[in-house]
Each structure stands twice: as structure tokens, then as C-alpha cells.
């Protein structure tokens, strides 16, 4: 029962299309989060939902779009997809106040 | 320039050795501080976290933080070959969400049998 998971492990699209990357957590958690690993291993924060409601929005760009079903689900929408989408995309979670980050396993995405 | 820096190794040392890692930071408003442990095509999982400096100990596990000269550091004892990962640093204020931690890009462990 794995605590903050994604779907799906891999991707692989061709430029110009649309795809979804979907996570769930069964933490309890009220703040959820899309974070974009790129080749150098850095972890840059794209979105945080608490309580259904965006939080963060980095500077990223509107092709991204995150949609928050209720707490326990942040699903990543992207459209347009281009090479530079190609990184490996993590969704984590926490509970507001002292509580840091846990994180899924990532979903892989290759942009052709 | 990155507000938490870490050098991406790979760092290799012997079964047994103690494993020693790194990071700088140049906020000083960071207040909290820990250490992710990420194996290949896994998510980064929290080893350890402290508030403030200090040292703080979980098992082979020594995270030490110094903010006078804003340096953080981890210390693996015993390092086994299931050690073997990607390392992660991350910062932040006490002000901020969990959402702003700043993380180091990682250092490499490979510890050989």
C-alpha cells in the first residue's frame, strides 16, 4: 500500500500531444505537490494544492496545468508537449504545519 | 546561483567506511534542514530532519547543521552497499511552506563490497 503513488511509471510521447500524469495519497495529507526532476537530479517545486486549493504556481508554463479533484488526488495535465517536457515529474505530499515532504516514485516522461 | 549547493559526486568508498556529505547554503534565513535518500528510479525518501544547528542521531545516521558557516552535513557509519544512492540536502525558512524547500541537485554514494 504505497503511501503517495503515480500513474503512469513511464511515458512516451511524440511532441504536440497531451498527456495526464495522475497521484493519489492515502496519508491523510491536506497539501500536495508536482515536482519536475530534470538530467542534473534538481528538484524544482511546479505546484502545491492545499485543501483543493493552488497554493504555489512557480513560473512554469501555462501548457501545465494541475487539477485537484479532492485532497487526496493532484492530477498534472500537460499540453503541447515539448522536448524540453522530457524529466522525470514527482508528486508529493505533507500535512500543513510541521510535516515535510513525501514523495511517490515519479513518473518518466520522454518527449520523441 | 542556487541557494543550496551540493557536489554531485560520485563519491565511492569501501563497505564499512563512513560516508561523508556536504552541503552550503547562502539563505540565512534557512531554519530547517534535512537529508532525502533517492535510489534509481525511486522517489526521494526523508532520511532526516533538523530545525535549527545542532546534530541530530537515527541509528548509523548523524546529520549535523552549522549555521555560522551555513554548512550541512550527513554522516553514514557502517556504510553498506544497500547505501548506495543519491543523496539529497534541502533548506528552508520557518516562514515558509513545505513547498519551498530548496534542495541541492544531489551527491552519488556507491559503496563497494
Known amino acids: 500500500d504505497t503511501a503517495v503513488s503515480q500513474t503512469p511509471k513511464y511515458l512516451v510521447t511524440q511532441m504536440g500531444n497531451d498527456k495526464s500524469i495522475k497521484c493519489e495519497q492515502n496519508?491523510?495529507?491536506?497539501?500536495m505537490y508536482w515536482y519536475k526532476q530534470d538530467s542534473k537530479k534538481f528538484l524544482k517545486i511546479m505546484f502545491s494544492?492545499?485543501?483543493?486549493?493552488?497554493?504555489i504556481n512557480e513560473t512554469v508554463p501555462n501548457r501545465f496545468s494541475p487539477k485537484s479533484p479532492d485532497k487526496a488526488h493532484l492530477n498534472l495535465h500537460i499540453n503541447s508537449l515539448e522536448l524540453g517536457d522530457s524529466a522525470v515529474y514527482f508528486c508529493?505530499?505533507?500535512?500543513?504545519?510541521?510535516?515535510?515532504?513525501?514523495f511517490g516514485n515519479g513518473t518518466r516522461l520522454t518527449v520523441t | 546561483q542556487k541557494e543550496v549547493e551540493q557536489d554531485p559526486g560520485p563519491l565511492s568508498v569501501p563497505e564499512g567506511a563512513i560516508v561523508s556529505l556536504n552541503c552550503t547554503y547562502s539563505n540565512s534565513a534557512f531554519q530547517y534542514f534535512m537529508w532525502y535518500r533517492q535510489y534509481s528510479r525511486k522517489g526521494p525518501e526523508l532520511l532526516m530532519y533538523t530545525y535549527s544547528s545542532g546534530n541530530k542521531e537515527d541509528g548509523r545516521f548523524t546529520a549535523q547543521v552549522d549555521k555560522s558557516s551555513k554548512y550541512i552535513s550527513l554522516f553514514i557509519r557502517d556504510s553498506q552497499p544497500s547505501d548506495s544512492a543519491t543523496y539529497l540536502c534541502a533548506a528552508k525558512p520557518t516562514t515558509d511552506s513545505w513547498g519551498k524547500l530548496q534542495f541541492g541537485a544531489g551527491t552519488q554514494v556507491v559503496v563497494t563490497p
Open positions: 508529493a505530499s505533507s500535512q500543513s504545519g510541521d510535516s515535510p515532504l513525501h
Open positions: 496519508l491523510g495529507h491536506d497539501t
Open positions: 494544492y492545499n485543501n483543493k486549493e493552488l497554493i
